[in-house]
T-cell receptor, first 112, second 115 residues
């Protein structure tokens, strides 16, 4: 699985969009980008995933660059409850072994 | 629907003692995982299982053993606890869905302190 690099921390004002970057320059063609978040030491929670097209769901949007070497998770209107550690993970979609390897993540602080 | 349940939620052990952490899921998931998380760090995979009766090593397996005798349960054992094993332990499960993405569901964690 490709290695990911994320900034250790970011701040965002409440109500503004939070844009969390992730670099995955060694990503291969069959690897997907997944995002999870962990709120205050609870178990991580799935947010979104994608391969090469931009994706959107009720929680967030995922923008993947054309060369797929980086991506951005967008929380369109951040709230205080979005304060959490956000993990970007790259892995093969059909990985039977199912290893889900987490990096250091980005600690997002949403401020009033 | 309870999801993923970890037992116990908190535990203090003395160095050298043994204990077993239990993870139970009621979603009929094939895959199960044990992670540990230390202060300021991300989750590190200890062991995982792709089905009943199977286990495999993750990133940091030393000092731990696991068993998956029943599909719904994944046990993590510490035979001789060490202070370096003080951590928060998370269990997760995920269904096998051929040709489709499957989300991992996490338990609420077990806080273990070894003194």
């Amino acid at each position: 699985d490709a290695k990911t690099t994320q900034p250790p921390s970011m701040d965002c004002a409440e109500g503004r969009a939070a844009n969390l970057p992730c670099n995955h320059s060694t990503i291969s063609g069959n690897e997907y980008v997944y995002w999870y978040r962990q709120i205050h030491s609870q178990g991580p929670q799935y947010i979104i995933h994608g391969l090469k097209n931009n994706e959107t769901n009720e929680m967030a949007s995922l923008i993947i660059t054309e060369d797929r070497k980086s991506s951005t998770l967008i929380l369109p209107h951040a709230t205080l409850r979005d304060t959490a550690v956000y993990y970007c993970i790259v892995r093969v979609f059909y990985n039977q072994g199912g290893k889900l390897i987490f990096g250091q993540g980005t600690e997002l602080s949403v401020k009033p | 629907n309870a999801g993923v349940t970890q037992t116990p939620k908190f535990r203090v052990l003395k160095t050298g003692q043994s204990m077993t952490l239990l993870c139970a899921q009621d979603m009929n998931h094939e895959y199960m995982y044990w992670y540990r998380q230390d202060p300021g760090m991300g989750l590190r995979l200890i062991h995982y299982s792709v089905g009943e009766g199977t286990t495999a090593k993750g990133e940091v397996p030393d000092g731990y053993n696991v068993s998956r005798l029943k599909k719904q349960n994944f046990l993590l054992g510490l035979e001789s606890a060490a202070p370096s094993q003080t951590s928060v332990y998370f269990c997760a499960s995920r269904p096998h869905q051929q040709g489709a993405f499957s989300e991992a569901f996490f338990g609420q964690g077990t806080r273990l302190t070894v003194v």
